[in-house]
């Protein structure tokens, strides 16, 4: 048996199948990942709404762990400073949702998205059944709003127009403090006048990291392959 492989495809090609591997590798860790979390989002959900941490404890507040918890809340809403989130609706509808601080019973407030409304209902003024007044109670659901990126325009702090939920800046431009450093998604229990709507939280969350180690897995059995048929090509691998 011939067996003559030529060193420079033989070097680079190792370099690229250890890439390749590798990163297979990296989503297989990343799938174990994702598992766990929808394991912990569907215990969380499933479990009885509990109520607000205490003050004292957000600071050290396990955030990862608390996020997709339902909670009961209880205070009164500030609806003279909501801010307005242009994000779409669960179904896809463009729109803005209800960023309301709401001042706890017990001191400090908590952000709380009640929900969508349409581009027309943007201006409260639109809504005033919604703007509910007085001590309320409802459960929702603690988030970790999604991060800005590159592509995530600055806040339009003058048209009262943001492009994500950052709860501490939101908070800053409020001027309100402490802040619990989750945000609260209303539940989808209807409010007069029918908006905002509440339930909008996104739970689908994609898991496509086996497909992607099966992607990275097949391109270095394909470069193993190219390697092979470009020696026997070349009589460096073969039988005699």
């Keep these: 048996m011939t067996f003559r492989p030529m ?19 990296w989503q297989m860790d990343r799938l174990a990942w994702k598992e766990g979390l929808l394991a912990r989002i569907e215990a969380g959900l499933a479990a009885a709404p509990q ?36 994000i779409t609706s669960i179904d896809g509808e463009a729109g803005f949702h209800i960023i309301t601080p709401l001042a706890l019973e017990g001191g400090g407030h908590v952000l709380v998205d009640r929900g969508f409304v349409p581009v027309s209902r943007k201006a409260a003024a639109t809504r005033t059944e ?71 939280t996104r739970l689908a969350l994609k898991n496509p990291h086996l497909g992607y180690a099966f992607t990275w897995y097949g391109l270095a059995a394909t470069l193993v392959g190219v390697w092979l048929a470009f020696h026997i090509a070349r009589g460096r691998i073969g039988l005699k």
């Design 7 to 25: 060193l420079w495809p033989t070097l680079l090609g190792a370099v690229a199948l250890v890439i390749l591997i590798g990163l297979g590798n």
């Design 51 to 86: 109520p607000l941490p205490p003050r004292d404890a957000w600071a050290k507040l396990d955030q990862e762990a608390f996020t997709y918890t339902p909670v009961t809340v209880t205070g009164t809403f500030d609806h003279a400073r909501e801010v307005h989130a242009y």
């Design 130 to 200: 919604g703007q509910i007044e007085g001590p309320v109670a409802f459960t929702g659901i603690a988030i970790t709003p999604e991060d800005a990126n590159a592509f995530t325009p600055e806040p339009d702090l003058d048209g009262n127009v943001w492009y994500h939920r950052p709860v501490d800046r939101i908070a800053q431009e409020l001027g309100i403090a402490p802040v619990f450093p989750l945000m609260i998604d209303a539940g989808p229990a209807p409010v007069p006048g029918g908006y905002p709507v509440g339930g909008q």
